[in-house]
Nanobody, 122 residues
Framework: VQLQASGGGLVQAGGSLRLSCAAS????????MGWFRQAPGKEREFLRA????????ETADSVKGRFTISRDNAKNTAYLQMNSLKPEDTAVYYC????????????????WGQGTQVTVSS
């Protein structure tokens, strides 16, 4: 199983990025997907999760109204659209797959991508 996260980079505050998470080696439609991030010296933070069929579930308060999660089961890919980025959004962003139902608890996810760095300059 492999989750390949991409789309990170350096962006100015107020800008946007779209992260992608391409999955292989698993039946993608059987897995809920989640996005998390981890900044240096901080704990891993849940951002958003999406159900197997594409129903959007929980959203962290820190990104509510700014980050949108979606998925394309035909392409085995999940996305995180990030708008109105702030310097405090700087972190390594991870996608993760969880068999069956979604969760905001990172410890319950089965597979993880390698992470993609997002840096927001002020």
């Amino acid at each position: 199983v492999q989750l390949q996260a991409s789309g990170g980079g350096l962006v100015q505050a107020g800008g946007s990025l779209r992260l992608s998470c391409a999955a292989s080696g698993l039946t993608f439609s059987l897995y809920a997907m989640g996005w998390f991030r981890q900044a240096p010296g901080k704990e891993r933070e849940f951002l958003r999760a999406i159900t197997r069929s594409g129903g959007v579930t929980e959203t962290a308060d820190s990104v509510k109204g700014r980050f949108t999660i979606s998925r394309d089961n035909a392409k085995n890919t999940a996305y995180l659209q990030m708008n109105s980025l702030k310097p405090e959004d700087t972190a390594v962003y991870y996608c993760a797959a969880k068999r069956s139902g979604y969760s905001s608890n990172w410890a319950l996810y089965d597979y993880w991508g390698q992470g993609t760095q997002v840096t927001v300059s002020s």
